[in-house]
C-alpha cells in the first residue's frame, strides 16, 4: 500500500495480540505494531522505541483492523441522536400523545421537534397532518420513520421546507427531496456539535471509517466539516443522480482523496434508490403483495445509463434494491453498464440472483440489525417468501462479497450490533428468524473490516485494540451474539492516530 503523503508520523502500538481474519494462524502470543505515515510497517515482539515516535500501550488487548460502517446516513443519523424517541409506538395516537408531552416541556420559542422512529407499516389508518398541528403549539414538527422512507410533518413544519398543504405523510421520492432541506430548521452550530458528537461515538465502537449515503451535497459540506476538527474517521461520500454532473466533473474517482484532506475524505459511488421499503410497502418485487408490487424509482434503461455513465469516469454504483424484482433490475443494470460496486439492503433476494451477483463481482452491502426490526413486518406482509429475506449465508456461500453496515439512522451506527444480528438473527426471547442464514463470528468480523485481513506488514495503520477476543468460542449463537455485543473497545488508531482511548 502506498502511503498518502499527508499522513505522517510513527506509532508503536506495544503488546498486542492479533486476531486472526481468514486463513493462516495469527501469532500465539502478544506482538507489538508499528505504523509510519499510516501503513503497518513492522509486525514482531520487542520493538525498541524509535526518537520521536508515540506510543501506545495494549497491554495484552485483542487487535483487529478496524472496522468499517458500510452504509450510514450520518446527518441523519447524528441529528436522530438527539431527537424525541417516538420508536416502539403501535398507533398514531400513541405518536401524538409522546409529541404532546414533550412539547409541553419546551419554552415558547417556535423552535424545531424531530422526532424518529415510530413505523407505520402495522397500524391501523394512516396519520394526519391535522393531529400533529393539534400539538405542536406553534413549533413546528417533523417526525421521521424507522426506516427513513417517509416523513410526518405539520402543516408549519411544511410551510418551512416549501411542501405545500397536504393531509398525511410524505412518502419515498417526495419525502426524499424534502431531507435535504430539514437541515434548514437546525442551527448549523447545532449541526457541528451533533456531527462530533456521532463521530466520537463511532470511533469509540472502534470504526475508522463509514460510506455516507447523505442526500446532501457532501463532497462541499465534508471538507468544511472537516477543517472544523470532524476528523476521527475516513469517509468515503456518495453522489446521487441529482448532482452526479458536478461529482464527476471534479474527475475524482471512486477511492480518490479529496485534495487537501489528509486523505480522510475520498470519493464514494452514485448512490441511486431504485425501489421503495418493506415498512411503506413499496420494496418492488417479482409477486404482488397487499395489492401491490411496489414502486420503480428508475426505470431499467435509465437505471443502466446512471451507472454507465458513472463507471465511464471510474465512479462505482450502489444501487438501493429491498425488493426481489429491485434486486434483479440493479444486476441488470450492472451487467449490462459494465459497472462495478454493490447492490444495497439486497432484502429479498431470488434464488438465482446470488450466484449472478457472485459471477458480477457485485458486493452485497447488508444491514443485518434490520432483520431485527423488520421480522415482525415480514412476517404479516411477506409471509410466503420471508425464507427469502437476509440470505446472509446463503450469499456469503456462493461467493458474493459481504460488507456490513447499519443505514444509521435506520439502526444504530454500531457494527457489534450488525455483527450480533448477522450472528443470532434474534433481537429477543424468540429462536433465530431463519437459522440457517446465521453467519459466525469470524464471517461477521470479515465483512466488517472493510476487506483487510489480519493486521500485517502493509495493511492500513487502522487498528481497534478491544479488552475480550471477539472470536472466543461459546456453546450456541445467543451467547455468541451476547459476547460480541459485550466487546469494549480500549482503544481506536486510524492511520497511526489514536482517535479514541479507554485505556
Request: aromatic share 4%; with cysteine; glycine share 10%.
Amino acid at each position: 500500500m502506498t502511503p498518502d503523503p499527508a499522513r505522517t508520523g510513527a506509532l508503536l502500538v506495544r503488546e498486542v495480540r492479533l486476531v486472526p481474519m481468514g486463513p493462516g494462524r495469527a501469532p500465539d502470543g502478544p506482538v507489538d505494531v508499528r505504523i509510519v505515515d499510516g501503513v503497518v510497517t513492522e509486525v514482531a515482539a520487542g520493538l525498541r522505541r524509535t526518537a520521536g515516535e508515540q506510543v501506545l500501550e495494549g497491554d495484552g488487548r485483542w487487535v483487529v483492523p478496524g472496522l468499517w460502517d458500510q452504509h450510514v446516513h450520518l446527518s441523519q443519523w447524528s441529528q436522530a441522536r438527539g431527537r424525541l424517541d417516538v420508536s416502539g409506538t403501535s398507533s398514531p395516537e400513541e405518536v401524538v400523545h409522546r409529541v404532546a408531552v414533550h412539547v409541553a416541556g419546551l419554552p415558547d420559542d417556535g423552535s424545531t421537534v424531530s422526532g424518529f422512529g415510530y413505523r407505520s407499516a402495522t397500524w391501523s389508518r394512516t396519520p394526519t397532518v391535522d393531529e400533529l398541528d393539534a400539538v405542536s403549539a406553534g413549533h413546528p414538527v417533523v417526525l421521521v420513520s424507522g426506516d427513513a422512507h417517509n416523513g410526518w410533518l405539520s402543516s408549519r413544519a411544511l410551510q418551512l421546507v416549501g411542501v405545500p398543504p397536504r393531509t398525511g405523510p410524505l412518502e419515498e421520492a417526495q419525502w426524499f427531496a424534502v431531507l435535504g432541506r430539514l437541515d434548514d430548521l437546525t442551527s448549523s452550530a447545532d449541526d457541528r456539535a451533533s456531527y462530533a458528537a456521532a463521530v466520537e461515538a463511532a470511533a469509540a465502537r472502534g470504526v475508522v471509517g463509514v460510506v455516507d449515503m447523505e442526500f446532501g451535497p457532501g463532497l462541499r459540506d465534508w471538507p468544511e466539516r472537516l477543517a472544523t476538527g470532524v476528523d476521527q474517521l475516513t469517509v468515503r461520500i456518495a453522489t446521487y443522480p441529482d448532482r452526479l454532473d458536478a461529482a464527476l466533473a471534479t474527475g475524482l474517482r471512486s477511492g480518490d482523496a479529496l485534495p487537501g484532506t489528509g486523505g480522510l475524505l475520498r470519493m464514494g459511488p452514485l448512490k441511486v434508490i431504485s425501489d421503495g421499503s418493506l415498512n411503506t410497502r413499496t420494496a418492488w418485487c417479482c409477486e404482488p403483495y397487499g395489492g401491490t408490487r411496489g414502486v420503480v424509482n428508475h426505470p431499467l434503461a435509465e437505471l443502466t445509463e446512471l451507472l454507465r455513465q458513472a463507471h465511464a469516469h471510474g465512479v462505482d454504483g450502489a444501487v438501493h434494491a429491498i425488493g426481489d424484482a429491485a434486486v434483479g433490475s440493479a444486476l441488470d443494470a450492472f451487467e449490462a453498464s459494465g459497472a462495478r460496486g454493490s447492490v444495497e439492503h439486497a432484502q429479498l433476494v431470488a434464488l438465482d440472483a446470488g450466484p449472478r451477483m457472485a459471477r458480477l463481482g457485485i458486493v452485497a452491502s447488508v444491514q443485518p440489525a434490520h432483520l431485527l426490526d423488520d421480522r415482525d413486518v415480514t412476517l404479516q406482509v411477506w409471509p410466503d417468501r420471508a425464507d427469502r429475506c437476509f440470505p446472509l449465508r446463503s450469499l456469503l456461500d456462493v461467493g458474493v462479497v459481504l460488507a456490513l453496515g447499519s443505514d444509521a439512522p435506520v439502526a444504530p451506527l454500531d457494527p457489534w450490533l450488525a455483527m450480533a444480528a448477522a450472528v443470532h438473527r434474534s433481537g429477543d426471547e424468540r429462536e433465530p428468524w431463519n437459522p440457517d442464514e446465521s453467519l459466525t463470528a469470524a464471517q461477521a468480523l470479515a465483512a466488517s473490516t472493510d476487506g483487510q485481513p489480519t493486521v500485517a506488514v502493509g495493511s492500513r495503520g487502522d487498528l481497534a485494540l478491544l479488552d475480550h477476543d471477539p472470536l472466543a468460542v461459546h456453546d450456541g449463537t445467543a451467547a455468541t451474539a451476547a459476547h460480541l455485543l459485550g466487546v469494549q473497545v480500549g482503544a481506536t488508531v486510524l492511520a497511526g492516530r489514536v482517535t479514541h482511548r479507554a485505556l
